[in-house]
């Protein structure tokens, strides 16, 4: 079973930076990083494929950056220049690669397995 543990959400100004990390206990996976406010749909922000590619959401480009750490078995989200539209409650999201099968979608539907979500306020 996998499983996906979040940290480093918490209250920054406007213009800060945050650093989220997930924990995970299987390698062979895609991964993304989603947010969810009340009352929306879950939307992602960055997505990771298993070899490595980045994509991101237009409203968090070029401000956060995703990375994986496989040695370490962690997954990150580096959040700079937060804005108060970026306050949401952030997800880890995966999904296990099987050769030949198309993985890390940008839908929540993608992704089999989940964190518990960390929150993230920033304020103006």
């Known amino acids: 079973q996998v499983q996906l543990v979040e940290s480093g959400g918490g209250s920054v100004q406007s213009g800060g930076s945050l650093r989220l990390s997930c924990g995970y206990t299987?390698?062979?996976?895609?991964m993304a990083w989603f947010r969810q406010v009340p009352g929306k749909e879950r939307e992602v922000v960055a997505r990771l494929s298993y070899g490595g590619t980045a994509n991101y959401a237009e409203s968090v480009k070029d401000r956060f950056a995703v990375s994986r750490d496989n040695a370490a078995s962690m997954l990150y989200l580096q959040m700079n220049s937060l804005k108060p539209e970026d306050s949401a409650m952030y997800y880890c999201a995966a999904q296990t690669f099987k050769l030949g099968i198309t993985c890390g979608g940008p839908y929540a539907a993608d992704y089999a397995y989940w964190g518990q979500g960390t929150q993230v306020a920033v304020s103006s």
């Open positions: 299987s390698s062979r996976m895609c």
